[in-house]
């Protein structure tokens, strides 16, 4: 077993509190503050529930690192700790991009968020020790290049990602989707095109209640997913009675908002030895009628 790492861990500071995005400035395009306005007006109730669990989360950070010192500054916190600093900012710039209408660009990040929570879980679960040894032969001088090393520590819960159905459930679509596939990038940029025409909208950021929902619905699941990775780490963050009760009441808000029938959605189905992605309810605007979309 690899010897416990010796470092001090200093006090980490989260930011005071979330703000969602604000209103894209006039540069930005009449099209971005159109998306913007839309999207805080369909899905405000959407918007809200994801800055409660942003909020949450800053609170539950807050509440391992108090005063000078801390027994919970433990290096299994700054693991997660790292890993979870990038996931929020993850979701927090993925929801700055879906207000301003660049649902392509959103696609990656969720798919980076959802890796990132995964990570979290499989150290807290079992793989902490690959943390600690990679931490215990790494951090010194490196004579040959004269750098300081910082190795890279290639670590990828592709466990978690393939068991847990929340993770799995953004992950998958939203990583086919990232790739430069023919369907993926069609949908994206030319939803209105049919079987007898093209219709490409060139870096178009006009909103679209579709992709709306389907990424808003995703940073949703994972905001909570993250919540419960934290709450789950019995003896690496401390977590008070009254901010689990809150997380419970949230996560039976998100879930019902992601519920809803209406709501756009995307479902993974087997064809066959294919996987396939359906998805439901897929419109430009409220007043649209809705359509089913295979790819």
């Known amino acids: 077993m690899t010897n416990r790492p010796s470092q001090r861990v200093a006090r980490i500071r989260p930011p005071p509190q979330y703000v969602l995005p604000s209103r894209p400035p006039e540069?930005?395009?009449?099209?971005?503050?159109d998306a913007f306005r839309q999207t805080r007006f369909i899905l405000g109730n959407d918007l809200d529930l994801f800055a409660e669990a942003m909020e949450l989360q800053l609170k539950l950070a807050d509440d391992a690192n108090p005063g000078t010192s801390s027994k919970y500054r433990t290096v299994e916190l700054a693991a997660i700790s790292a890993l979870w600093s990038r996931a929020y900012t993850g979701l927090t710039?993925?929801?700055?991009?879906?207000?301003?209408?660049?649902?392509?660009?959103?696609?990656?990040?969720?798919?980076?968020?959802?890796?990132?929570?995964?990570?979290?879980?499989?150290?807290?679960?079992?793989?902490?020790?690959?943390?600690?040894?990679?931490?215990?032969?790494?951090?010194?001088?490196?004579?040959?290049?004269?750098?300081?090393?910082?190795?890279?520590?290639?670590?990828?819960?592709?466990?978690?990602?393939?068991?847990?159905?929340?993770?799995?459930?953004?992950?998958?679509p939203a990583a086919d989707l990232a790739r430069p596939a023919f369907g993926a990038s069609l949908l994206q940029v030319g939803p209105e095109t049919s079987n007898t025409r093209i219709v490409l909208n060139f870096a178009d950021a006009s909103f679209h209640l579709?992709?709306?929902?389907?990424?808003?619905?995703?940073?949703?699941a994972l905001a909570a997913r993250q919540l419960r990775v934290v709450l789950d780490a019995e003896g690496i963050f401390p977590v008070s009675d009254e901010h689990r009760k809150a997380y419970e009441s949230l996560q039976r808000r998100i879930d019902e908002a992601l519920a809803r029938r209406d709501r756009c959605r995307v479902?993974?189905?087997a064809e066959g030895y294919d996987q396939r992605y359906l998805v439901h309810n897929f419109r430009r605007g409220s007043?649209?009628?809705?359509?089913?979309?295979?790819?």
């Open 287 to 295: 007043s649209g009628s809705p359509k089913r979309i295979l790819l």
């Open 93 to 172: 710039d993925t929801l700055l991009l879906v207000t301003r209408g660049s649902y392509s660009s959103a696609l990656p990040l969720v798919r980076t968020t959802a890796e990132l929570i995964a990570a979290q879980e499989g150290l807290r679960a079992e793989e902490m020790e690959l943390h600690h040894e990679w931490l215990a032969n790494t951090l010194r001088p490196d004579e040959t290049h004269k750098a300081f090393e910082f190795h890279l520590g290639r670590y990828f819960a592709g466990g978690v990602v393939a068991s847990d159905d929340v993770l799995r459930a953004v992950y998958r």
């Open 27 to 33: 540069s930005a395009g009449e099209a971005a503050q």
């Open 267 to 269: 479902e993974e189905i």
């Open 210 to 220: 579709g992709w709306a929902e389907i990424t808003i619905g995703w940073l949703l």
